[in-house]
């Protein structure tokens, strides 16, 4: 019913910037919250970065300073900029939207594919 597709990843060098897409499609009548979350090898997904509808920002403490989400609700897109990228940073990233379907309907949550980001020299 809902499809949510990354673009973006890749591999960059310790210091570089990558930017990252998301697009939320399908039935959707209303999306509350978006982000990004990621899982490194061995390590359990964590959030990386969260955006309200009304623009209020959450980031992990790791990122702070280094990362930007944003969003654009008109076209159900959210991205994240990513610079001072670290080989700690390395990890599958995963959009994700809290979505209702139909009016009245509970929201619930939608997860991407995940997107590779890779950063080493």
């Known amino acids: 019913q809902v499809q949510l597709v990354e673009s973006g990843g890749g591999l960059v060098q310790p210091g570089g910037s990558l930017r990252l897409s998301c697009a939320a499609s399908?039935?959707?009548?209303?999306?509350?919250?978006m982000g990004w979350y990621r899982q490194a090898p061995g390590k359990q997904r964590e959030l990386v970065a969260t955006?309200?509808?009304?623009?209020?920002?959450n980031y992990a403490d790791s990122v702070k300073g280094r990362f930007t989400i944003d969003r654009d609700n008109a076209k159900n897109t959210v991205n994240l900029q990513m610079n001072s990228l670290k080989p700690e940073d390395t990890a599958v990233y995963y959009c994700?939207?809290?979505?209702?379907?139909?009016?009245?309907?509970?929201?619930?949550?939608?997860w991407g594919q995940g997107t590779q980001v890779t950063v080493s020299s």
């Open positions: 955006i309200t509808g009304g623009g209020q920002t």
């Open positions: 994700n939207a809290v979505v209702a379907t139909q009016p009245l309907y509970a929201p619930r949550d939608y």
């Open positions: 399908g039935r959707i009548f209303s999306i509350n919250g």
